[in-house]
């Protein structure tokens, strides 16, 4: 659509009257805005839907990676830690099974004691097993030289020349097949420590392999056990705590003979061990005849331990029901805050490493699990030695507890469950979880990045293409409004050119026949105000000569209505026709409310009958009055005629009236009612207003006319609607009668004069003649009205008994 001029030159344009291309009030910048709008939103909320997409799956990837990954963690953790406990059983069966492979072979030969000393006189026959025992006067015991074994003979089982007793002799004999079989045991199977054993209380002599100088460590180590008895010494309650196995075998912690001893440190060797001791019987098992034993050193449970290998600094522990740490690796004792204390003072003595001793409050309060279920549970250390919740490390916590073992506690033999434990790191364990998280957190900000960026190339690809397509769509709102503003100064020739078929061609279209038309009426204006001028001249001349006619017709109407108005006053009873009336006194007032009124009266007197008509004819004007006349007309002929019923009279009145009405097309009727008086009596007939009655007595009647008769002029019969009334009319006695015109008499705040009124100014003039009653009731009706428009015509008629 383009703008092109018809014939004339192009006007310029005037300042002020265009809108620029990008002013806010342009329709471009409007529709560019919309678009631009409503595009960015569509964009947006794609957006960041995709982005909350995006973010949300990346949420429930990661939360999915964990637990998944923490379920395979916690499973492995579970597997990982029943296989060492699994081992540890194993370890501890093994040396158990050494020890009574040991104790078995000891105990066959105390059962079978002919074998045994049999046995015995062999060994100590040979010259390399047998014992040869060496006293020494200084520390008072004997103890063979070098060999396989060691025997110690304490000074107490020696005599006085430093050899065995006799009955210690045989339990030498008889005990020395310990040097041909312990040695091989300790070579063989889970490395071990040493085995050794103990003869009965009443002579316990010991026998250890490998060969060392344990008489001597004793003497360093242990002053005095020379001289008190081996059991007592180092291991009290053991001895007892087995007899009182035989005395009631319940009375076994746990259904196993050997009996643990808590980490101690070797007097021998210096190591710290664990001794699992067997116990040996009488052939008539009433009594116990020694132990066969065996330590181990703590590195063999330190091993199992310290070799397990969770993620860089994971580590195992070994512990007591008590919290005391059996084995652990140094990096993890520190870990853990253990803290070494024990292992002097006399005998065999304990070492402590208490979980409960821990500097860390988390690993002091550590609870060990009391069945041989898994316990996982999560702790934080403080990486300075103090607890921190807020600096600290979290770590996992894995325990087991194994199988339980009879243990000696120092005092006497209580059952144990030892408990494995692992720690970790949480970082570390988490670590390939922290990874995917942080690659996911990576990935979920580039999709984020690329998202936003995106958006905003489709915004500014959605920007420059709305902006293109704009100008073509505006182009030709743009032409139509250039043609508008020179139209608007007065470039009748400017036209649009026209492309397309769509809405603004329409209104292209429409605007080429309004310039031409507009052209078309500029071109003839001259001629076309010449040719209205003409016609105003003619029509105007048309208005004169009705003017005239009106003036006319208005004095004939004038004339006419003061005519009838003359008519309607001029049959109306004279005061000389009322006054000669005998018995009743009869004063009437009838003013109309246009020049001619509706309302009808009438006083029919022929010598003996008194016959008053009162009505009221709807509307006003002409019409009204030449019905009123009708009805009066009427009535005086059929008075004169000498009709005195009631009813017939007022329907011979209604058919001739109706007659007429219809005659004459009109579309008026009236309310009619007459008063018939004879000696003292009064009979109603005919609907109209109520009828009051005010007695000599001062009492008032209000008399209903409803259903004494029927509108006149509305039906051709109304007979059969038509009653009368008969009411005594004494002496003094008053009858008002009226029409609406005062009932319905509105002052200027619009409140009627009334029934009401009526009765009370009556009423308070009763006393007065019944012209001097009219007058006051009609001062009254005026002096309600006052300034006021009268609406309607005002008809009263009052009849007193004389």
């Not at 003017?547 to 003359?566: H, I, M, T």
């Not at 002096?783 to 009849?799: A, N, P, Q, W």
């Amino acid at each position: 659509m383009s703008v092109t001029h018809v014939g004339t030159e192009t006007p310029e344009p005037q300042d002020g009257q265009s809108v620029g291309r990008f002013s806010r009030h342009s329709f471009r910048a409007k529709f560019i805005a919309v678009v631009g709008a409503a595009v960015l939103f569509d964009l947006m909320l794609a957006g960041g839907v995709a982005i909350w997409n995006v973010q949300r799956l990346s949420n429930d990837a990661t939360e999915k990676v964990a637990t998944g990954l923490t379920s395979a963690t916690e499973e492995y953790l579970r597997t990982y830690i029943d296989t060492t406990a699994l081992r540890t059983d194993l370890l501890l069966d093994q040396v158990f099974s050494e020890v009574e492979a040991l104790g078995g072979a000891m105990q066959t030969l105390i059962d079978n004691p002919q074998t045994g000393t049999n046995v015995g006189r062999t060994v100590e026959a040979d010259p390399k097993l047998g014992d040869k025992l060496v006293f020494n006067p200084q520390a008072g015991w004997s103890q063979n030289s070098p060999g396989e074994s060691v025997v110690s003979v304490w000074g107490y089982l020696l005599d006085d020349d430093g050899n065995p007793l006799p009955e210690v002799e045989a339990q030498i004999s008889d005990s020395s097949a310990f040097n041909l079989i312990a040695p091989g045991i300790l070579k063989t199977g889970s490395p071990k420590l040493q085995m050794y054993y103990v003869g009965p209380k009443d002579k316990p002599i010991m026998r250890t392999t490998p060969y060392t100088d344990q008489a001597q460590t004793f003497d360093k180590l242990y002053p005095g056990h020379n001289e008190d008895n081996f059991w007592d010494f180092f291991f009290p309650g053991v001895y007892e705590g087995w007899q009182s196995w035989i005395k009631d075998p319940a009375n076994r912690p746990v259904d196993r003979d050997i009996v643990g001893t808590d980490p101690y440190i070797d007097a021998i060797t210096g190591a710290r061990i664990v001794s699992f001791f067997y116990p040996l019987w009488t052939a008539d098992r009433s009594d116990v005849a020694g132990m066969a034993a065996v330590d181990i050193t703590l590195d063999q449970l330190s091993n199992l331990v310290e070799n397990v290998k969770i993620a860089e600094t994971g580590f195992g522990f070994l512990t007591s029901s008590a919290g005391n740490v059996i084995a652990v690796s140094e990096a993890g004792a520190e870990t853990l805050g253990l803290v070494s204390v024990g292992g002097e003072g006399q005998g065999v003595t304990g070492i402590d490493r208490l979980l409960g001793k821990s500097r860390f409050p988390e690993v002091a309060n550590l609870e060990l699990p009391h069945n041989t279920g898994t316990v996982i549970d999560s702790i934080t250390l403080g990486g300075d030695g103090d607890f921190n919740e807020e600096t600290g490390e979290g770590y996992i916590v894995v325990l087991k507890e194994l199988s339980p073992i009879n243990l000696w506690n120092g005092e006497t033999i209580v059952s144990e469950n030892l408990t494995l434990g692992f720690m970790v790191a949480k970082d570390e364990i988490y670590a390939p979880l922290t990874a995917v998280q942080h690659e996911l957190s990576e990935a979920t900000e580039r999709i984020v990045y690329w998202q936003i960026a995106a958006l905003l190339i489709s915004l500014v690809i959605v920007t420059v293409a709305v902006y293109a397509i704009s100008g073509r769509i505006t182009k030709g709102l743009s032409q139509l409004a250039g043609a508008a503003r020179a139209l608007q100064n007065k470039d009748y020739s400017v036209r649009v050119d026209i492309p397309t078929r769509d809405e603004v061609a329409a209104a292209g279209l429409a605007f080429n026949r309004m310039a031409e038309e507009i052209s078309f009426h500029t071109e003839n204006l001259e001629n076309l105000v010449e040719e209205r001028t003409k016609k105003l001249e003619t029509a105007n001349k048309e208005i004169g000569a009705l003017n005239k006619r009106l003036k006319s017709e208005n004095v004939r109407l004038g004339a006419e209505l003061d005519v009838a108005k003359r008519i309607q006053e001029m049959v109306l009873p004279r005061r000389s026709e009322l006054e000669i009336i005998p018995q009743i006194e009869i004063a009437a007032f009838m003013e109309p409310a246009d020049e001619v009124g509706g309302d009808y009266y009438d006083v029919l007197f022929d010598g003996e009958h008194i016959k008053v008509g009162i009505g009221d004819v709807t509307g006003h004007g002409l019409e009204s009055g030449v019905l009123m006349l009708m009805v009066q007309s009427v009535a005086r002929a059929l008075q004169e005629k000498g009709d005195k019923d009631p009813i017939a009279f007022l329907d011979v009145l209604n058919r001739a009236v109706y007659k007429n009405i219809t005659r004459t097309k009109s579309d008026k009727h009236l309310t009619l009612a007459f008063v018939d008086y004879v000696d003292g009596k009064v009979t109603l007939s005919g609907q109209h207003e109520e009828v009051l009655i005010i007695r000599s007595t001062g009492e008032t009647e209000r008399i209903d006319t409803m259903d004494l008769g029927f509108p006149v002029g509305l039906e051709a019969d109304i007979s059969a609607f038509v009653a009368t009334l008969d009411l005594s009319f004494g002496p003094d006695d008053i009858l008002i009668l009226h029409t609406d015109g005062i009932t319905e008499a509105e002052n200027a705040a619009g409140n009627m004069f009334g029934l009401d009124r009526l009765s009370d100014s009556a009423h308070s003039n009763r006393h007065k003649s019944a012209k001097g009653i009219a007058e006051a009731v009609i001062d009254d009706v005026k002096m309600h009205i006052g300034e006021y428009k009268v609406f309607d015509d005002i008809t009263l008629v009052v009849l007193k008994h004389r």
